[in-house]
């Protein structure tokens, strides 16, 4: 007799449809973006700047239209700060296939490095996690490697390693892997003991409380790594690619400056930044919709 | 003549000391009581009195410094199949559905699960009067319907005895007495061996056929009241007289224990 009852009542009337509820109390500014604009009575400027991507866009139109008027009021030399008109037109110059010749070698040895941290530093952080005496002995020598400016051993990994894209990698992963070990140790061990201790007494083997409690539990720590590493890549990918390289985008930087070609130059430059937002987007993008529940609330 | 049966879980002088930086702490001291089969006994005490130790003990995750845990007879060394843990937060898996938190031990131990195994979330789920949520995620659910996840993935293996360490504390007022009604709805249709630690007086009361007043440090068995309340009970036993002089009764002695 008591069913009927006590169901209506512990069911909450908020949460019985949580879906169709829930955004709108939660994200008041994107309900506020997504209603029908007929029921907006605001003048059309400030409901055109709750558009998504007003603000951003706005920002950089008005940035490049002040630098092109700044730099021909003030009729600064190119080689101190070209004109964007100027970028523009070496980067047309360039033609598409040398663009992608230079881009192709910067973006393969950027993944490449990216994806050996990822393969490296994973499985460390679970052997770390493991482990308080592997944990004790490895945790300086991390630190010891991240202490080294990476500009400074990639001469000598260029030496040791030799020709071709391996040593290019290898620095690459360098700069990426220690944000990724850290990152993952932690959500490794953020896992509520509650759940360890249910492991434990189902006597469940150790690899399954790794990978079907503690590696998802840490999937939020590691994509917060991600999102740095895979940023520091393209750095890592660049650095060596100063130091030993005939291809790649930091290479045609750099030869660009040697022959005084500073429009050129900074069109690479451009490339270079939008290649890096372009890869973190991809991360963000991953976690989304492969890991949505990861997300904080506020971003779902 | 009937043969004796051995009870369900036996404390035999049980000590549990604990080494910390600071030195010894001694946590429970010859502490000795039998549960019965099927019976619901609720542990009441001051927070730090070590009765989230007690639960530990019986499911196996902590051995005794001194004397020993026995379920239906046998002396505890290690986690067994025939125990369900109820935590004080629901913990669920973030990541997986209602449906998929209810069948985790099953895969979590045996690492498959089969078409029964959801069959019996379903009941379970229907049980726990959360029908029709399996494809949800705990996030999108109250406190209140998360523990009750809580409480049929403890029930998905069916043990024979439950254990839940302070299960409905962080619930609100409301919503902890009426789980409390559910839980009794459920034990009545599906006997089980529950250790019921609280510290809410009328809760104990109301839920269990005897409760064990614990003293705090070091943890001992204080005193010893058997419910005077027939089942089934529901909102009306709550002004039952016998259960109203007991809940005054056992919050004197918690009071006084705190005091002294």
Known sequence: MKDAMTQSQTVPAKASRPAPVRPAPARPVAAASTAPMSQDSRPLLPRLVDLPGVTTGATLIGTVLLWEIAVRIFAIPSYLLPAPSAILNSFAAIGFSRWMLHVWSTLRVALLGFGLAIVVSVPLAMVMMRSALLSRTLYPLLVIVQSTPV?????????????????????????TFFPLVVSTATGLSATPPELIELSRSLRAPAWREMTQI??????????????????????????????????????????????????QAWAGLIVLAAMSLLLFQVVVQVQKRVFPWSLPKSEH | MMIQQPPAIRFDRLGQVFQTRSGRTEALRDVNFDVAHHEFL?????????????????????????????????????????????????????????????????????????????????????????????????????????????????LHMDPDILLMDEPFSALDALTREVMGFDLLGIFARKPKTVVFITHSVSEAALLADRVLVMSGRPGMVASEHLVPVDRPRGPESMKDAALLDLTADLRDRLMMREVA
């Open chain 1, 151 to 175: 500009v400074a051993i990639a001469p000598i990994i260029i030496v040791a390693l030799g020709a071709g894209d391996l040593p290019r990698v290898v620095i690459t992963t360098l700069i």
């Open chain 1, 214 to 263: 503690r590696l998802p539990y840490a999937v939020p720590y590691i994509f917060s790594a991600l999102k740095i590493s895979i940023t520091l890549a393209v750095i890592g990918a660049v650095v060596a690619e100063f130091v030993a390289s005939e291809a790649g985008v930091g290479y045609f930087i750099q030869f660009s400056t040697s022959m005084f070609k500073l429009p």
């Open chain 2, 42 to 154: 609720a542990i009441l005490g001051p927070s730090g009195c070590g009765k989230s130790t007690l639960l530990r003990m019986i499911a196996g995750l902590l051995k005794p410094t001194s004397g020993q845990v026995e379920v239906f007879g046998m002396p505890v060394t290690g986690p067994r199949d025939d125990i369900g843990i109820v935590f004080q937060k629901p913990t669920l898996l973030p990541w997986a559905t209602v449906e998929d938190n209810i069948v985790f031990p099953v895969r979590h131990k045996t690492g498959r699960v089969t078409p029964r195994d959801r069959d019996r979330a379903q009941e379970l789920l229907a049980m726990v009067g959360l029908e029709g949520f399996g494809k949800r995620l705990p996030d999108e659910l109250s406190g209140g319907m998360q523990q009750r996840v809580g409480i049929a993935r403890a």
